[in-house]
């Protein structure tokens, strides 16, 4: 069966510093990858998808950037991290092909950024 | 833009009552719909979906979701709320020739009242 992981659960972060949001994926090869941030009462906005190793589609500019550097390994990055990057962030795989394949969600990293 | 709306932010009801949860998606000629909720930091879990056939669709926990392309809908319903049921529900679509890319609405916390 296939699993998702993802760490840390929890993360606070003083505003400027870096920060690196590891997701991995268990038991599928080649699947799509995705980031999303959930802020309190914005729902869920998607950051990044993948549909490869390198491959890398950014939905929202910012100061975020996100990389694929194994199949199943997916970062999320920062270099100076904003009060604005405080949220819940969600890592999401889906099997890589057709358009009806069912996204299935890590645990998720809170990060609160002070 | 594709969008998907959920009208309501918060719906209390009371404990083996019914209740529904409101979805609209923006037009399109071919879209697949999902419900998915999420308990307190957690991940998202898959209540349903609709790819195709029969409108009526029915899920886990006794949630089932009628498809109404007339008016562009998607509600969730259950005829008996439990308090495990207390969780938020997010209303998904993905768009043919949206290269995989599910765009969610922004959430309804459903508040179950003993």
């Known amino acids: 069966s296939q699993t998702i992981h993802q760490w840390p659960a929890t993360l606070v972060q003083p505003v400027g510093s870096p920060l690196s949001l590891e997701c991995t994926v268990e038991?599928?090869?080649?699947?799509?990858l995705y980031w999303y941030r959930q802020a309190a009462g914005r729902g869920l906005q998607l950051l990044f998808y993948?549909?490869?190793?390198?491959?890398i589609s950014s939905e929202v500019p910012q100061n975020l950037s996100a990389s694929r550097p194994q199949d199943r390994q997916f970062i999320l990055s920062s270099k100076k991290l904003l009060l604005s990057d405080s949220g819940f962030y969600l890592c999401?795989?889906?099997?890589?092909?057709?358009?009806?394949?069912?996204?299935?969600f890590g645990p998720g990293t809170r990060l609160t950024v002070l | 833009a594709q969008s998907v709306t959920q009208l309501d932010s918060q719906v209390p009801v009371f404990e083996e009552a019914p209740v529904e949860l409101r979805c609209n998606y923006s037009?399109?000629?071919?879209?697949?719909l999902f419900w998915y909720v999420q308990y307190p930091n957690q991940g998202l879990q898959l209540l349903l979906k609709?790819?195709?056939?029969?409108?009526l669709v029915k899920g886990i926990n006794g949630f089932e979701a009628e498809f109404n392309k007339s008016q562009t809908s998607f509600h969730l319903r259950k005829p008996s709320v439990h308090i495990s049921d207390t969780a938020e529900y997010f209303c998904?679509?993905?768009?043919?020739?949206?290269?995989?890319?599910?765009?969610f609405g922004t959430g309804t916390k459903l508040q179950v009242i003993p």
């Open positions: 037009s399109s000629v071919s879209v697949y």
């Open positions: 038991g599928t090869s080649n699947p799509n």
């Open positions: 993948s549909v490869g190793i390198g491959q």
């Open positions: 999401a795989w889906a099997r890589g092909q057709g358009f009806t394949d069912t996204q299935y």
């Open positions: 998904a679509a993905l768009y043919s020739g949206g290269y995989q890319k599910v765009t």
């Open positions: 609709y790819l195709s056939g029969s409108t």
